[in-house]
């Protein structure tokens, strides 16, 4: 494979599930088309997206939760580190998450949402946005696990109300005296399962290719950009990449405007066992992760190391 597949969502499953495949092994990432998520949804997000993060930084810092490892709410600018970064990274952000019934027992994994007054629509725009993109994602997982010879809906269970969180990003222009080294996004792998990204027109976003090279993504306007997370690589023992990735500084005009981008980070159950799927496994590729670890420790682990908990 040359590059970095895209591939329409529209298409039947067992049509495309091995490109897609192909395309998360040998990269780690693929680009999606006709995803499903509505287009006046997605005009509404990014007006209330600038909207937000256009309101005064003590305004906004009235909704920073601290020792909640920055679940839920906003997280300031200049607070998350990349594991092994030496700086921090040149961004602040505001997390959604799945919004449970009260006294679900899962609460204990997921704590409640909350909303910015004075913002109409922004919580009905961004459940509904959150529910489109488990939909999108869900129809990737169902083509992963074909890829993998699984059943469709193998993955269902696994993700049925995961821990799964959006993120509305917010890159400034750049500012004088930044750290030396910052940049927007340092090198990273994600979490999670799977990562549903709108909003990487813009250049910057960028791959860390098997060679050793940096290697941008340029998506279509509205497609989005998927990457395997460190979870899933686990869970199928390293056939599907988590590959790192980063978001570099703009240059010329680009550096005086802001960026904005929408991930979504889909997760597993918070009590789902990552357990080497045996069909990933046989003499030439023995097993990596002998012990299983549950979703949730997976994350705690992994947020310590990049100083959100």
């Known amino acids: 494979m040359d590059n970095i597949a895209t591939v329409s969502l529209s298409r039947p499953l067992a049509e495309m599930a091995d490109e897609l495949g192909n395309s998360f092994r040998d990269w780690g990432f693929a ?20 909207a937000f993060f256009a309101l005064p930084d003590d305004v906004k810092r009235g909704w920073h939760i601290p020792g909640t490892g920055g ?14 970064a030496q700086v921090h990274d040149l961004k602040e952000f505001w997390h959604i998450g799945r919004s449970l019934p009260p006294g679900d027992p899962l609460e204990r994994y997921m704590p409640p949402n909350v909303w910015p007054e004075g913002l109409p629509e922004f919580r009905e725009t961004f459940e509904a946005l959150y529910s489109a993109f488990e939909i999108a994602g869900g129809r990737i997982l169902s083509a992963i696990a074909l890829h993998l010879g699984l059943s469709e809906d193998w993955f269902d269970p696994t993700v049925e109300d995961g821990n799964s969180v959006m993120r509305l990003l917010h890159y ?55 990457n395997i997370g460190d979870m899933l690589e ?9 590959t790192l990735h980063r978001v570099v500084n703009p240059v010329g005009p680009a550096a005086r405007r802001s960026r904005y981008s929408m991930p979504f980070f889909l997760h597993f159950r918070p009590d789902f066992m990552i357990e ?8 030439q590729h023995p097993d990596l992760y002998p012990e299983p670890i549950s979703s949730h420790e997976f994350l705690m682990q992994r947020l310590r190391e990049i100083n959100l908990a």
């Open 234 to 242: 686990r869970l199928t023992n390293n056939r599907l990449k988590s």
């Open 172 to 226: 400034p222009p750049l500012p004088e005296g930044a750290p030396e080294g910052a940049i927007r996004a340092a090198a990273h792998g994600d979490i999670n399962a799977i990562t549903l990204l709108l909003g990487a027109e813009e250049a910057g976003l960028q791959l860390l290719t098997a060679k050793g090279e940096w290697l941008p993504i340029y998506p279509p306007e509205g497609a989005l950009v998927v």
């Open 276 to 283: 080497t799927l045996p069909g990933c496994v046989d003499a």
């Open 31 to 50: 680009v999606v088309c006709d995803h499903g998520l509505p287009p006046d949804l997605v005009t509404r997000a990014w007006e209330l997206t600038r």
């Open 71 to 84: 679940a839920r709410g906003y997280t300031p600018f200049g607070m998350e580190r990349a594991k092994d």
